[in-house]
């Protein structure tokens, strides 16, 4: 009887843990004017819904608000950095030879995350503000 309560505690423990990841994670809007690949899917220009899904890893889902097309991009490296609080978040991007890939993501706060940018001589990169959803 103690086993199954000890269980049950551990398991709606982990449940809550969960929940609060999820729950926590924060959308933010972006307006991208410029063809773009993110975790291998072609996306166009237009408005983005960007949300950092939490869990055992950390996977940025960036959602086409017209088009209802969605990527998802794992991250290689997620830092901490040591940034003012309350600075906008930036998607930043590594563009040359006619074409732009998803490089980073900062959340305004403490983290940044850095994808797999193609590697090619002559490139610049592309930056992007993002606001909170919950703000407009």
Known sequence: MKSTTVLRTMVAAAAMVAGAAVGSAQTMLAEIPFAFEA??????PGSYQ????????????ISDVERRHSALAVPLVTDSVSRPR????????????GRC???????????????APWKSAGTQMA?????????R
């Not at 309350?86 to 030879?97: D, M, N, V």
């Not at 930056?127 to 703000?135: Q, R, Y």
């Open 39 to 44: 975790g291998g899917a072609k996306m166009n």
């Open 50 to 61: 960007v949300r950092m899904i939490a869990g055992g890893r950390a996977i940025l889902r």
């Open 86 to 97: 309350g600075s906008e978040p930036i998607l930043s991007f590594q563009c040359g030879e």
């Open 101 to 115: 890939t998803l490089a980073g993501l900062w959340d305004g706060s403490t983290t940044s995350y850095t994808f």
């Open 127 to 135: 930056m992007v503000h993002l606001t909170n959803a919950s703000n």
